[in-house]
Nanobody, 120 residues
Framework: QVQLVESGGGLVQAGGSLRLSCAASGRTFRSAAMGWFRQAPGKERELIARSARDGSALYADSVRRRFTLSRDSAKKVVSLQMSNLKPEDTAVYYC??????????????WGQGTQVTVSS
């Protein structure tokens, strides 16, 4: 019912910035619950940003102070502003609604993700 389409990835130099966008459609979509995940080659997919019940954003230690989660509920678009990118940020980035029972799982079928590559 809900389809996720990530965009905005690309090749950037260390210290650069990118803004990723997540567009979703479907009658069951709730933009307020959308978070961001990433998966590096040979690594497990990890949750890096999500929203708490009070509306504040929570971030993994690896991206805190560098990444910012935002959303436009009316347009059903969720963004991830990434600054001061590092080579270790290289991964495929996905959006999804984190499962409350397992933060590493999503409640919606995964999209294809968008590749972010940070050169040194």
């Amino acid at each position: 019912q809900v389809q996720l389409v990530e965009s905005g990835g690309g090749l950037v130099q260390a210290g650069g910035s990118l803004r990723l966008s997540c567009a979703a459609s479907g009658r069951t979509f709730r933009s307020a619950a959308m978070g961001w995940f990433r998966q590096a080659p040979g690594k497990e997919r990890e949750l890096i940003a999500r929203s708490a019940r009070d509306g504040s954003a929570l971030y993994a230690d690896s991206v805190r102070r560098r990444f910012t989660l935002s959303r436009d509920s009316a347009k059903k678009v969720v963004s991830l502003q990434m600054s001061n990118l590092k080579p270790e940020d290289t991964a495929v980035y996905y959006c999804n609604i984190p499962s409350p029972t397992n933060w590493n799982h999503g409640l919606i079928s995964w999209g294809q993700g968008t590749q972010v590559t940070v050169s040194s």
